[in-house]
């Protein structure tokens, strides 16, 4: 049973215009959520963050949205890049210290 | 400053045999983790050792263990090896803050 689902295995996108890749959990315990990329043949990077008690957090081009209510949480990358081009992985943890539970990813493909 | 590192990088076994996977933190970090992705799946927690304790496990068998050593690094032992054990796995280490960071993985392929 998928805690955390990603239920778009793939998203194609123009250059320059708005990625939003999707993440919903069934686990109302969990209390941070993060996105990770990751490029084959490399390990996951960490991208960005939101703990439960926010419903909005911005880096540079990346944001990430939270609707508690949903259960559900998206990851906006704007103006998207080329070089965006990887997996992202949602995941989601209970605790400062908990382990992380992924969904299974979505591969991204920005194209120029 | 070095990130987390795997060795090694690639490896092939056949049913049966034992593996020894190593993992050296970021300077600093005393918590390590350990993750298997399978193809096509996200990273599946395996364990997560903090000051040579393990202080979580994931849904492994027993042919799974792990140990870490008083310089934080760890090690990752998976015995009788199974076709099912191919996959990357991944070593983590965090510090005080939530964020895990990874290193590149050790490629296991089982034959």
């Known amino acids: 049973d998928q805690q955390v689902k990603q239920n778009s295995p793939s998203l194609s996108v123009q250059e320059g215009r708005i990625s939003i890749l999707n993440c919903d959990y069934t686990n109302s315990m969990f209390d941070y959520f993060l996105w990770y990329k990751k490029y084959p043949a490399e390990g996951p990077t960490f991208l960005i963050s939101?703990?439960?008690?926010?419903d909005k957090n911005e880096d540079g081009r990346f944001t990430v949205f939270l609707n508690k209510s949903a259960k559900h949480l998206s990851l906006h990358i704007v103006p998207s890049q080329p070089g965006d081009s990887a997996v992202y992985f949602c995941a989601a943890r209970t605790g400062s210290q908990g382990n992380l539970i992924f969904g299974k990813g979505t591969k991204l493909s920005v194209k120029p | 400053d070095a990130g987390v590192t795997q060795s090694p990088t690639h490896l092939i076994k056949t049913r049966g045999q034992h593996v020894t996977l190593r993992c050296s933190p970021i300077s600093g970090h005393k918590s390590v983790s350990w993750y298997q992705q399978v193809l096509g799946q996200g990273p599946q927690f395996i364990f997560q050792?903090?000051?040579?304790?393990?202080?979580g496990r994931g849904n492994f068998p027993d042919r799974f263990s792990a140990r870490q050593f008083p310089n934080y690094s760890s090690e990752l032992n998976v015995n009788a090896l199974l076709l099912g054990d191919s996959a990357l796995y991944l070593c983590?280490?965090?510090?005080?803050?939530?964020?895990?960071?990874f290193g590149s993985g050790t490629q296991l392929s089982v034959l």
């Open positions: 050792y903090y000051e040579k304790e393990e202080r």
């Open positions: 939101i703990s439960s008690i926010k």
């Open positions: 983590a280490s965090n510090g005080w803050s939530e964020k895990l960071f």
